[in-house]
């Protein structure tokens, strides 16, 4: 059985940064890129960056483009999402997703299997 559980969200000011992991089980994590969401309270679920398998293709979305930084640690089955200059906009719960692939891509309905979500808030 395949679980993603994601860790790290909190209430942060404006201008803070925070580090959301998220640990994987049931799949070899080495194999398959891996992405972030989130959804703010009456929002559609959007997507924030992705890793390839091999780390080295990455994507994001333009809102957070130059603020947040996606990574992976393959030894210890985990991706971790680095969030610099929070913005009260970045309020929303994160999701970890796994992809069916080893390639990056923003398209959720391309990720097999989604974590539980961590909550960020942001104040100003």
């Known amino acids: 059985q395949v679980q993603l559980v994601e860790s790290g969200g909190g209430l942060v000011q404006a201008g803070g940064s925070l580090r959301l992991s998220c640990a994987v089980s049931?799949?070899?994590?080495?194999?398959?890129?891996m992405g972030w969401f989130r959804q703010a309270p009456g929002e559609e679920r959007e997507f924030v960056a992705s890793?390839?398998?091999?780390?080295?293709?990455?994507y994001y979305a333009d809102s957070v483009k130059g603020r947040f930084t996606i990574s992976r640690d393959n030894a210890k089955n985990t991706v971790y999402l680095q969030m610099n200059g929070l913005k009260r906009e970045d309020t929303a719960v994160y999701y970890c997703?796994?992809?069916?692939?080893?390639?990056?891509?923003?398209?959720?309905?391309?990720?097999?299997?989604w974590g539980q979500g961590t909550q960020v808030t942001v104040s100003s």
């Open positions: 997703a796994i992809h069916r692939d080893g390639l990056a891509s923003v398209r959720a309905d391309e990720y097999d299997y």
């Open positions: 049931g799949r070899p994590f080495s194999l398959y890129a």
């Open positions: 890793l390839s398998w091999r780390g080295d293709s990455t």
